[in-house]
């Protein structure tokens, strides 16, 4: 009921319609939201406080949304704080004048280095009161501190976080904080301290701002013509924010324009188009064809060819056509080829791979047909060997430098292999059918072998022209298969979704528990024997999309090759840290403390016998009671296309272990033969 309630009262003295939002009230909501961990009433608290800044200050509402969602700007823009731990420490000490050892200290025995930054500005005397925070405030000065760079940015970076945190708290700083007590209470130094580390650890989920955003939006709408928003309108601008921030994934466009023409009209104004990427549709695992037949049972679905290597979106508008997508001038490069179009390549984070991949957008133009003016394309950038005529696995991929590549230097070269169509000719087509998407597809390209080829595959219900394609595609150098639904609404292209409509099916389902796992390490054990110059094994973690943490699910010491620990040890030994962060969930047994812990910031694939549950580790807890745990773990090899948010999260890791239990049950009873 809270949520649907509209606010009259400011929550902040001295906070006037007109006035930039004080920091200080938007971290009095985040200590309430870290009070709970219902989600409904942390909904309620954020709408509440959209509402306010709605009612006072609607100019500030797109930093407020950002700072709840500890994001500076959209993916694709490419900003990251990416300060570690030393740096935010001396900046604490710098600000509150304390020493860098008594920091040190502190952090060693309170764990949090947002708390450490609250206790120490509770304990520092001021001699004259600086200005308070206000939101805007705070996002420039962190934007400004993520865009600083080259020679002589880390002590830049200091200072402009020193600035930061001398003006924090002015209003509370006579009062020492109880961090046993209340988590460190409203503290604005402890906020921007957990801002500056990645993790607000208030369970603030994306989709959670987004509906509180929406209800917000409904709810000061319907209040200022003296009524009560009804439930049905409210789920009504839920659903249209969402559908409109899965095909545009931009506050920057929405909120501008959700503010000037209302919720419901959103989706005339923000549309899908070239610019701006989008989260890409993602599958779900599979153990066996006869599951692939269940779920589709009667449908008609399609068998693609499942590539290994970089998931790609690439986007281009011609250059008659550039005055219709303003977001494309901004983000797109000019295309090398055409001298006039926009061009770039995402990846499935957003990110603008397109200094990784110069070549494609070399070539674009010779695969585009002429009467193709704009569109958005969904592929994967493959290793191509031009002698032999065939793909080449991942690992040769990820050997390509990110950036600054030049042509003439590349010795991977890449194939495209183009699956689906989000976008051809001014039109969106994400609620168009498969088939039908996949028609305009082959209408709008010129294949090129080597260079830019269509997915290969097969239409067939027969379980064993199945089988075929999945033997011919592990003969192409695939994985296996992509098994999609293609008719039916059902078909629709569901950005940002793991769907049911699409299945994976690996070459070696049949072993294992029907899917490698994707997991980020996050400790690591001295080498023994040989391998006493590294890390000889480490411990690994999935990723809680709930709470936000990091779950530990196993250690691992096989599948690494001699060369490979070299490699690692090299990457790891500049991101370790003095002890584990908040927002990893482990053990506190001695014995089962790695020797050294890092920063979550490498995503490892891994292949596992099965799952089980153990008390060593904490994956899935709040779920199962247990933490499941990776039998016989393996590694695979390194995935430098994934961020730790990306990592298998635990919610996938209990599915997984459900479902093997169903298949030890249906077995049990079953003689050893069987
Ligand atoms: P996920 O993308 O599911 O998180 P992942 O990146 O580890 O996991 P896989 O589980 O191996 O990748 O499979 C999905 C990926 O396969 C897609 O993200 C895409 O990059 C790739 N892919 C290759 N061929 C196809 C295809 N025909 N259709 C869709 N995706 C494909």
Redesign the pocket.
Known sequence: QATIQSTTQTPYPDWKAGSPVPYAALCTTFSLIELTTKRLQITAYCSQFLQQVLRLTPDDLLPTVQLMLNKLAADYAGIELGIGESLIMKAIGESSGRSLAVIKDDHRKIGDLGLVAAKSKSKQGQMFKPKPLTVKGVHQGLLEIAKMEGHGSQDQKVKAINKILASADVSSTSKTVDITKDKGGPSEAKFIVRFLEGKLRLGLAERTVIVALAQAVVTYEASKKGKVSSTDQLAKGEAALKTVYSELPSYEVIIPAMLEYGIFNLHESCKLQPGVPLK????K?TKSISEVLDRFEGKDFTC????????AQIHYVAPEEQSKFPAAKDNLNKNPMSTKGLAAVFS?NSEDLSKKYPDILEKLNTWIKPETTSFVL?C?AVAWDPKAEKVLPFQQLMTRKRKDVKTQDITVKVCV?A??FLFYNGEALVNKTLRERRELLHEAFTPVKGEFQF?Q?GDTRDIEEIQTLLDESVKAS??GL?V?MLDTEESGYEPSK?SRN?L?V?KDYLSGVG??I?LVVVGGYYGKGKRTNWYGAFMLACYNSKTQNFETVCNIGTGFSESILEELHDQLQDIVIERPKPFYSHSSVTAHQPDVWFEPKYVW?VKTADLTLSPRYRAAIDEIGQGISLRFPRFIQR?D??KPE?A?TSGAIVEMYKKQEVVNKANAGKGVDD
């Open positions: 890409p549709m993602l599958a695992p693609e060819y499942k590539y290994d290597g970089e998931r499935r969904d994967e292999f699956f689906d997915a595959y695939c994985e992509m999609k793991r699409w994976k690996k899917d490698s994707d694939e995935r296309d994934k990306d298998t």
